[in-house]
């Protein structure tokens, strides 16, 4: 579920704490969380729910002006169902503090390396320290470029950024990635 970035900040302001979709099946859970670029989100409940039970006061709290506004926006998707997702601010996205955790014990070390080796394993080959030292050498270079060096389709590029992300190394930028003060740590510490 994805929130327009004009949304977020009134998010974790507490302002905006419903969202209405239509899906053919939801893709969050009540009692699940959910994480944005702000912070992570806790969902209360998810209700399947007739655009007819919708109010003026529904639409203010899911950031529309107007109920007609949200309306409108659903209806721009004919297929699937009407959800009502109820949810509030829970915290800051936990990898903003770890990705700035730079102070990095042996036993940090260890773990981090372990990690890194257990994702490599994973994927059949060694990937993961190419990757950080690639980002440290061209920092905010686009996704399909770093896939078009190492020989790997985009969507698998992200999914594998997204894992060193995961562990607090990388920092996603408009165009691109760079390393966090934590992944520079990491790459400082270890042979090359």
Not at 32 to 52: F, K
Not at 80 to 103: H, K, M, N, Q, S
Not at 105 to 134: E, F, I, N, Y
């Amino acid at each position: 579920m994805l929130f327009r970035a004009a949304l977020l900040d009134r998010i974790r302001a507490g302002d905006v704490t419903l969202a209405f979709r239509r899906w053919r099946r939801p893709t969050v859970k009540a009692g699940g969380r959910l994480r944005t670029a702000v912070g992570e989100l806790a969902i209360d409940t998810v209700a399947p729910c007739a655009a007819a039970a919708i109010s003026e006061g529904d639409a203010r709290a899911a950031g529309f002006a107007t109920r007609a506004e949200l309306i409108a926006e659903l209806d721009a998707r004919k297929e699937g169902d009407i959800y009502r997702i109820a949810f509030r601010f829970d915290r800051p996205d936990p990898r903003l503090v770890l990705r700035e955790a730079t102070d990095l014990s042996a036993d940090d070390l260890v773990a981090l390396v372990g990690r890194l080796d257990r994702m490599d394993q994973r994927a059949g080959g060694v990937w993961t320290r190419p990757v950080l030292h690639h980002i440290a050498a061209h920092e905010g270079q686009p996704a399909a470029e770093i896939a078009r060096v190492f020989g790997i389709e985009k969507i698998k590029l992200k999914q594998n950024i997204r894992e060193l992300k995961e562990l607090g190394l990388t920092e996603s930028l408009e165009t691109g990635y760079r390393l966090s003060p934590r992944g520079k740590a990491l790459l400082a510490a270890l042979p090359r």
